[in-house]
T-cell receptor
Framework: DGGITQSPKYLFRKEGQNVTLSCEQN?????MYWYRQDPGQGLRLIYY???????QKGDIAEGYSVSREKKESFPLTVTSAQKNPTAFYLC?????????????FGSGTQLSVL | QKEVEQNSGPLSVPEGAIASLNCTYS??????FFWYRQYSGKSPELIMS????GDKEDGRFTAQLNKASQYVSLLIRDSQPSDSATYLC????????????????FGTGTRLLVSP
């Protein structure tokens, strides 16, 4: 079945630690996105990528980094510079860049700080 | 002013009633609009998309768009307890369309509770 796989489902970060959230899609989609969701807030865009080896900062990129070495994969690293990382992280993809193309979401990763 | 505004709710309706969810947006040049349903702890799933003024119906769901008034709504007919979830309104602002990216702006969501 085609879809977006995020792992792990739950992740705990210690003080000063970098952690990486995995996102893999087999939909052959070009565009991939990372969103953060906090309780009572809408989804906020962290990073997005249109093609391999290219990515752009979203609205809240500080403290995060990404890579896009393969079309299928778009991992997100939450660095120690991100002082409030506790949130629900969602990876998404879309078939192309057109404004009307819908987003497909992964099942999400809940990140908490120990 | 927030770019996309929704009443956080909860909106409580009895089973079988019509649930009406509303959303306003600030970017007058926005062209595409989406409603996502999100169950607690789960990822959003697309319910409806609408691009032109007027109504768009899909089963029990109807999306309504009024660009002049800058609002979009979602009607759920014959509401079921399984419809209880948070409904997210998402808008593709004009600035996003100019870049060619799907940089949706999401509202905070309206929590819907359908009681049996």
């Amino acid at each position: 079945d085609g879809g977006i796989t995020q792992s792990p489902k739950y992740l705990f970060r210690k003080e000063g630690q970098n952690v990486t959230l995995s996102c893999e899609q087999n939909l052959n989609h070009d565009a991939m996105y990372w969103y953060r969701q906090d309780p009572g807030q809408g989804l906020r865009l962290i990073y997005y990528s249109q093609i391999v080896n290219d990515f752009q900062k979203g609205d809240i990129a500080e403290g995060y980094s990404v890579s896009r070495e393969k079309k299928e994969s778009f991992p997100l690293t939450v660095t120690s510079a991100q002082k409030n990382p506790t949130a629900f992280y969602l990876c998404a993809s879309s078939a192309d860049r057109t404004a009307n193309e819908k987003l497909f979401f992964g099942s999400g990763t809940q990140l908490s700080v120990l | 002013q927030k770019e996309v505004e929704q009443n956080s709710g909860p909106l409580s309706v009895p089973e079988g009633a019509i649930a009406s969810l509303n959303c306003t947006y600030s970017d007058r040049g926005s062209q595409s609009f989406f409603w996502y349903r999100q169950y607690s702890g789960k990822s959003p799933e697309l319910i409806m998309s609408i691009y032109s003024n007027g109504d768009k119906e899909d089963g029990r769901f109807t999306a309504q768009l009024n660009k002049a008034s800058q609002y979009v709504s979602l009607l759920i007919r014959d509401s079921q307890p399984s419809d209880s979830a948070t409904y997210l309104c998402a808008v593709n602002p004009e600035t996003s369309m100019n870049t060619g990216f799907q940089k949706l702006v999401f509202g905070t969501g309206t929590r819907l509770l359908v009681s049996p």
